[in-house]
Structure formats: C-alpha cells, structure tokens
C-alpha cells in the first residue's frame, strides 16, 4: 500500500483547505485510515480518523466542529477538509492507514503518506 498526501499550502487564519490522500496497491477494505500532524519541536498528533466500511468518523477535540474526515471507495482516497484554521494548525501533515482497528496512537499505524505542509499565517 502506498499512499500520496496532497492539498497543503499557506493560507490565512479563518480560511479552508482540503487535504487528499490517495491510496494504491490494496485496497482499504475494513481498515482505518487516519490523519496526524506534526508541528516543528512536538510530536505527530493524532487528528481525525474514519472506519473505511461503514464510515465512522472520530475527531480530537483540538479540530473537532471544524475538521470533516471522508473517504470515496470508488477513488481509494480520503479526504480532510479543514475549515476556520487557526495558526496552530499550522504542521506537515501525514495519512495513514491502523494495522488493526480504531486508534489515536501513531505506532498503531503501518502505511503513511509522505505529509502535506499546511502552514496558516494570524
């Protein structure tokens, strides 16, 4: 499995951006796929997952009521949108697939992406 990160960029504080990450070689199945961010000098923060097969969708608090997770089965991709953005934000942020099921911890995850800067200016 291999997956691509895209849709970063610097926008400024309030605006959106989407974030894809798109999957080839097998496909997600029943799996889990996640999104995590790292800031310079902190740790990858677990951001948002989704249960591929029926679509749950689990959030931190940190972007809760401002992030959507979402996958397209028929693109083998799923997405993030990112609305009302905040300088904190700002990280390189990073796809990923669980090798078992529900998690928020990055070593639970086997397949990641290359990361998406996304950089939000106050």
Same mark, same amino acid.
Not at 13 to 21: E, I, K, P, V
Not at 24 to 43: I, L
Not at 97 to 108: C, F, K, P, Q
């Given at each position: 499995?291999?997956?691509?990160?895209?849709?970063?960029?610097?926008? #400024?504080?309030? @605006? $959106?951006?989407?974030? $894809?990450?798109?999957?080839?070689?097998?496909?997600?199945? $029943?799996?889990v796929?996640g999104?995590f961010? #790292?800031?310079?000098g902190?740790?990858?923060?677990?951001?948002?997952? +989704?249960?591929?097969?029926v679509?749950?969708?689990? &959030?931190s608090?940190?972007?809760?009521?401002?992030?959507? +997770?979402?996958?397209?089965?028929?693109?083998?991709t799923? &997405?993030? #949108?990112?609305?009302?953005l905040?300088?904190?934000d700002?990280?390189?942020? &990073?796809?990923?697939?669980?090798?078992?099921?529900? $998690?928020?911890?990055?070593? @639970?995850?086997?397949?990641?992406?290359?990361?998406? #800067?996304?950089?939000?200016?106050s």
């Amino acid at each position: 499995v291999q997956l691509q990160a895209s849709g970063g960029g610097l926008v #400024q504080a309030g @605006d $959106s951006l989407r974030l $894809s990450c798109v999957a080839t070689g097998r496909t997600f199945s $029943s799996h889990v796929m996640g999104w995590f961010r #790292q800031a310079p000098g902190k740790e990858r923060e677990w951001v948002a997952a +989704i249960r591929w097969g029926v679509g749950n969708t689990y &959030y931190s608090n940190s972007v809760k009521g401002r992030f959507t +997770i979402s996958r397209v089965s028929a693109e083998n991709t799923v &997405y993030l #949108q990112m609305n009302s953005l905040k300088p904190e934000d700002t990280a390189v942020y &990073y796809c990923a697939r669980a090798n078992r099921g529900l $998690s928020t911890v990055a070593n @639970d995850y086997t397949y990641w992406g290359q990361g998406t #800067q996304v950089t939000v200016s106050s």
